[in-house]
């Protein structure tokens, strides 16, 4: 129950008093300093309406036009006069209030006036936010101006009473006593002026929060309104996107053309348009949130946002459409095929604002590429038994640069290879591939050349092979397997200068990849075990030395 009245209470409308809330009374020290300001002008008030009903009765006392006309300009004076004096003394009255109290409306239908009133919540926002410190400062400036009048003022003044004392003449004494009557007036104006500056900078000063206390009533204000505002906006734009994604999933399970197949041009335009669909349900019901709960301020800023979008959407807006082509599997990339990225070949798995790259035979062969990275590449379809990569993570290689050893890691940035001796090899995954890596784990053939000597001659092409056959094949068989021997097969090669040489072809399994050089020497020594037993000589290089006649 205490959950729902703290929602009550913070839905409930602020800035209203309920009948149970006390009336706001001035503090006794503004009521004394109002007072005080009130004297000080009503005295010159009530010299001014005597003045002017003196001024009055000489009008009707008057015969002549010329002095009719120089009254009635007095009379005029003494209004204004006595008017900025009633609207002094009701400021001192309404206070800071009287200020605030009126406001002004406009209405326009014109294109700018239409814009301003949307921007006009934000502007007026803005304008709440700074208002203390605006006026402030306004009567600060008001103040100074007042005291710079009444300063000069003083000095006319001054001047006058030292002319009125030093002349003789009555009529020009006359017409001195009238010229600081009017500057008397504007010292009384100047005076009582300063008087209301500074009852409402007083006022102001006085109740003028702390800097903590604005922030929190700031915050707190936000969060009761506009932030619950947002937040109920924020969980209905999610709501309904993900709402709207749901049933779009769920059309799409049901759905012929996609269970026929999920790839074709109608199931991808499908999928984009569901997208829009969802983000326009999401912004739709941003702004029903905000209109049903009369938030016009952060209406406003979305009206603004999307005014923004629709401005920067002309210039930016043409390069996505190639991306959406791309999207939609009719660009240069399609969905499926086979792609080169960074010298590595790369299936294109998915397409999408961030389309995904696998290579099933690297340890973390997956990557997400942002479309506009994948524009300018070209795929092609992938052939059957294509394969992504030379090796696997355990496979023998031997590298054009006579690295020979097992990949222990591959990834899409380097590849680990442990060498014979014990020692570790890194490549980087595009490097490795130039280096031409021969898998030696799925089966591999040694040519192993052995010679000879010509002495042997008559018996090189008919039986010498076929025993080099049988011994070989009973060693090999008898030290690794019957499996892991394939074929071995042994050819009359060619007669060189000094020697008969033999080509001994042995095909192995991949499970003796790892005795890949020690194949070899083997060979050769049974091979040599091999003439041994049969009497052959191996021959040495001779060196014929033919001295001349002369």
């Not at 010299?47 to 009719?68: R, V």
């Not at 003083?154 to 001195?176: M, N, P």
Request: glycine share 6%; with cysteine; aromatic share 8%.
């Amino acid at each position: 129950m205490r959950w729902f009245l703290v929602l009550a209470c913070a839905l409930m409308p602020t800035g209203i008093l309920s009948a149970d809330d006390p009336e706001p009374t001035p503090k006794p020290q503004v009521a004394g300093r109002s007072l005080e300001s009130l004297k000080i002008i009503a005295e010159p008030l009530s010299a001014a309406l005597s003045e002017l009903q003196k001024l009055q009765g000489q009008l009707k006392q008057t015969s002549t036009e010329d002095a009719k006309r120089e009254i009635q300009r007095g009379i005029d004076a003494e209004r204004e006069r006595v008017g900025q004096l009633r609207n002094n003394f009701r400021d001192i009255v309404g206070g800071s209030e009287a200020a605030e109290y009126e406001g002004e409306t406009s209405g326009g239908t014109s294109i700018q006036e239409q814009i301003g009133e949307i921007v006009q919540p934000v502007l007026s926002e803005i304008k709440e936010a700074t208002s203390e410190p605006r006026e402030l400062e306004a009567l600060r400036k008001s103040l100074e101006q007042s005291r710079e009048r009444k300063r000069k003022t003083d000095i006319v003044l001054a001047r006058i009473d030292k002319l009125i004392g030093e002349s003789d003449d009555g009529a020009l004494i006359a017409e001195l006593e009238s010229t600081r009557g009017l500057w008397a007036s504007r010292q009384a104006e100047a005076v009582s002026q300063i008087a209301v500056s500074k009852l409402q900078i007083e006022d102001r000063t006085h109740d003028q929060r702390s800097l903590w206390e604005t922030l929190s009533t700031g915050f707190n204000k936000f969060f009761r309104n506009r932030g619950l505002n947002l937040l109920i906006a924020v969980l209905a734009a999610m709501i309904g996107f993900i709402g709207t994604r749901k049933i779009y999933s769920w059309i799409r399970h049901v759905s012929p053309v996609h269970k026929k197949d999920k790839n074709t041009f109608t199931s991808r335009i499908s999928d984009v348009l569901a997208l829009a669909v969802a983000a326009l349900v999401a912004l739709s019901a941003i702004i029903i949130v905000f209109y049903a709960r009369g938030d016009w301020l952060l209406l406003s800023l979305v009206a603004i946002f999307l005014i923004g979008v629709a401005w920067a959407g002309k210039t930016t807006i043409p390069p996505y459409l190639d991306q959406i082509r791309m999207i939609l599997n009719l660009g240069s990339v399609r969905e499926g095929e086979r792609v080169i990225y960074q010298g590595l070949p790369w299936n294109v798995s998915a397409l999408g604002f961030f389309t995904t790259f696998t290579n099933p035979n690297l340890q973390g062969g997956t990557m997400r590429i942002p479309i506009r990275n994948v524009m300018d590449m070209i795929s092609r379809p992938v052939t059957p038994k294509e394969v992504w990569f030379p090796t696997e993570v355990d496979d023998w290689c031997a590298l054009s640069d006579g690295t020979y050893g097992k990949t222990i890691t591959q990834t899409p940035d380097q590849v680990v290879i442990l060498v014979l001796e014990g020692s570790i090899k890194t490549y980087p995954t595009a490097k490795f591939l130039e280096l031409s890596p021969e898998n030696l784990s799925h089966g591999f053939r040694l040519n192993v050349t052995f010679r000879i000597d010509y002495q042997h001659q008559a018996d090189c092409t008919n039986s010498i092979p076929d025993i080099f056959n049988e011994i070989l094949t009973a060693s090999l068989v008898q030290a690794y397997g019957r499996d892991a021997i394939r074929s071995i097969k042994t050819t009359f090669a060619a007669a060189t200068a000094s020697s008969l040489d033999y080509s001994i072809l042995a095909d192995f399994d991949g499970s003796v990849a790892h005795r890949y050089y020690a194949l070899q020497r083997e060979i050769q020594s049974i091979c040599v075990d091999a003439c041994n037993e049969n009497g052959w000589v191996i021959p040495f290089t001779q060196i014929t030395v033919h001295q001349s006649e002369a």
